[in-house]
T-cell receptor, first 117, second 111 residues
Framework: GAVVSQHPSRVICKSGTSVKIECRSL??????MFWYRQFPKQSLMLMAT?????????EQGVEKDKFLINHASLTLSTLTVTSAHPEDSSFYIC?????????????FGPGTRLTVT | TQLLEQSPQFLSIQEGENLTVYCNSS?????LQWYRQEPGEGPVLLVT?????EVKKLKRLTFQFGDARKDSSLHITAAQPGDTGLYLC???????????FGSGTKLNVKP
């Protein structure tokens, strides 16, 4: 399967600061990338869908001004959590699709554990 | 409410036992995927089923897509401790712009 990386794998930040998480598709061009949030022992919750070169589409209830998503190239998408608060602490996972198979298959990154103190 | 409901939510069995995990919806999906996720890692794709009634086998794992494309099942034969993890089904909506995850099944296989 395709390889997707995320950086950093873990990050601890203070309340009020911003954190950027990178998602890279290493061996294919990702026309669409997805950002998910996962709480302990729960399934993944889709936050937003981003297509290269266009604005991200956010799911209902997700604040676009708080979770800034940029998909500037076919291999990189970033999620910036602005003015983070303890309730933003979570496991954030990105996935990438190469468009040839549409949404048939997504390849996931290893996730980023964010802890806001 | 989840568009895709999985059952059971939790399953703890002994090594060597068989098990089935179900993924059900009232909606029709153009395709459905099964993933396995281990703690602290991203989900790993196991299989994609596309055709109604399709059956796919992956070693001891058997996946089936319902005839009406609203449900799927994952059957594991002779489970091993290495099968332990969170199993997630996910479906692509017919409008192709949404990808829905199931509620998840946490499997623990005891040696």
């Amino acid at each position: 399967g395709a390889v997707v990386s995320q950086h950093p794998s873990r990050v601890i930040c203070k309340s009020g600061t911003s954190v950027k998480i990178e998602c890279r598709s290493l061996d294919f061009q990702a026309t669409t990338m997805f950002w998910y949030r996962q709480f302990p022992k729960q399934s993944l919750m889709l936050m937003a869908t981003s297509n290269e070169g266009s604005k991200a589409t956010y799911e209902q209830g997700v604040e676009k001004d708080k979770f800034l998503i940029n998909h500037a190239s076919l291999t990189l998408s970033t999620l910036t959590v602005t003015s983070a608060h303890p309730e933003d602490s979570s496991f954030y996972i990105c996935s990438a699709s190469n468009g040839d198979r549409g949404l048939y298959e997504q390849y996931f990154g290893p996730g980023t554990r964010l802890t806001v103190t | 409410t989840q568009l895709l409901e999985q059952s059971p939510q939790f399953l703890s069995i002994q090594e060597g036992e068989n098990l089935t995990v179900y993924c059900n919806s009232s909606s029709v999906f153009s395709s459905l995927q099964w993933y396995r996720q281990e703690p602290g890692e991203g989900p790993v794709l196991l299989v994609t089923v596309v055709t109604g009634g399709e059956v796919k086998k992956l070693k001891r794992l058997t996946f089936q897509f319902g005839d009406a494309r609203k449900d799927s099942s994952l059957h594991i034969t002779a489970a091993q401790p290495g099968d332990t993890g969170l199993y997630l089904c996910a479906g692509v909506g017919y409008n192709f712009n949404k990808f829905y995850f199931g509620s998840g099944t946490k499997l623990n296989v005891k040696p």
